[in-house]
């Protein structure tokens, strides 16, 4: 499968933003998808993740009520949905997949678990 994540930008805090993570090659329903981001001079962290089947969504307790992952299965594409940002979101945002990775409350922010990454796309938080 190959991930192609878009929808970054400049956004003022507070604004709002919707990721797309668009997959060609596969049905991206079979697949675990997560939502990572990565600030200069940080880690790559997990944001969201969203489960093959039965759709269990996960969050990280810096996004948790704020972010909102889904799938839309007829696109085959997850999206990300970003509200009340805050300057400390701005990073490279990377969506990743995996058809094997069995994620659950414990697990969904494994980077080691997904196989598959996107490009990444650049989200600017500011005034």
């Known amino acids: 499968v190959q991930l192609q994540a878009c929808g970054g930008g400049l956004v003022q805090p507070g604004g709002s933003l919707r990721l797309s993570c668009a997959a060609s090659?596969?049905?991206?329903?079979?697949?675990?998808v997560g939502w990572f981001r990565q600030a200069p001079g940080k880690e790559r962290e997990g944001v969201s993740s969203?489960?093959?089947?039965?759709?269990?969504?996960y969050y990280s307790d810096s996004v948790k009520g704020r972010f909102t992952i889904s799938r839309d299965n007829a696109e085959n594409t997850v999206y990300l949905q970003m509200n009340s940002l805050k300057s400390e979101d701005t990073a490279i945002y990377y969506c990743?997949?995996?058809?094997?990775?069995?994620?659950?409350?414990?697990?969904?922010?494994?980077?080691?678990?997904?196989?598959?990454w996107g490009q990444g796309t650049l989200v600017t938080v500011s005034s």
């Open positions: 990743a997949a995996d058809r094997l990775f069995q994620i659950d409350s414990r697990r969904w922010h494994w980077k080691d678990g997904y196989d598959y």
């Open positions: 090659g596969s049905n991206l329903e079979n697949y675990a």
């Open positions: 969203i489960s093959k089947g039965s759709g269990s969504t």
